[in-house]
């Protein structure tokens, strides 16, 4: 499989640019005080003809974060051996995702935010058309994204606003009504770094 044998090695890769990360991106703001959180997300790409990613929007009547959409995820528990165990413990609660139908691939890059999270994107292939279900607390809907929409750079912005008396760069992506920004967003743009590394494309 291409898509495989391309993430494979864009994950393996070595890169020497920073990593594209909120606290890279607002430089004006001092990095949190203290140690990061560990957590995890999963970035689940289906094996199917034309690949896309599954994300969810998060429950409006959330207190952190309500409304948005992100990938599966959240910090690791106690019973979690790694970010790995915890990206599939969190997308089998958050979308009933069964941990056997998932093939991990790799890590992308360690992502820190501004708000005190060391994130671990684990990216994996799934089967596509997964009976999947939202978990009714926490997530509105799931819906997929072609990866070919997410890949083209025509499609990914980078804002900058003022926020916080300061200035705020962020990346953002419109599928249909779904706006994919911040975290998210970044971290695709780093994962499609690397596949760009590797595939010989110009970097975004």
């Given amino acids: 499989m291409i898509l495989r044998d391309s993430l494979l090695a864009a994950l393996d890769r070595r890169l020497d640019q920073p990593q594209t990360q909120d606290v890279f991106l607002n430089r004006d703001r001092p990095a949190p005080a203290g140690p990061f959180t560990p957590a995890a997300v999963l970035i689940a790409i289906t094996d199917r003809a034309d690949p896309g990613l599954l994300f969810t929007r998060r429950h409006a009547g959330l207190r952190a974060h309500a409304g948005q959409v992100a990938f599966p995820g959240g910090r690791l528990d106690p019973e979690d051996a790694d970010g790995v165990a915890a ?3 969190e997308a089998q609660e958050e979308i009933a995702l069964p941990p056997d139908q998932v093939e991990v691939i790799g890590r992308s890059d360690l992502f820190r935010t501004g708000t005190g999270f060391a994130i671990e994107p684990v ?63 970044a971290m695709l743009v780093n994962l499609f770094r690397r596949i760009d590394a590797v595939s010989g494309r110009e970097a975004r």
Avoid: M
């Fill in 87 to 89: 990206a599939l413990r």
């Fill in 123 to 185: 990216v994996a292939i799934v089967p596509p058309d997964l009976p999947l279900h939202p978990a009714e607390a926490e997530v509105e809907t799931i819906f997929e994204v072609p990866l070919a929409f997410l890949r083209d750079p025509a499609n990914c912005a980078c804002r900058t606003v003022d926020w916080q008396g300061g200035r705020r760069s962020y990346y953002e992506y419109y599928w249909r009504d779904e706006h994919i920004w911040g975290v998210t967003a």
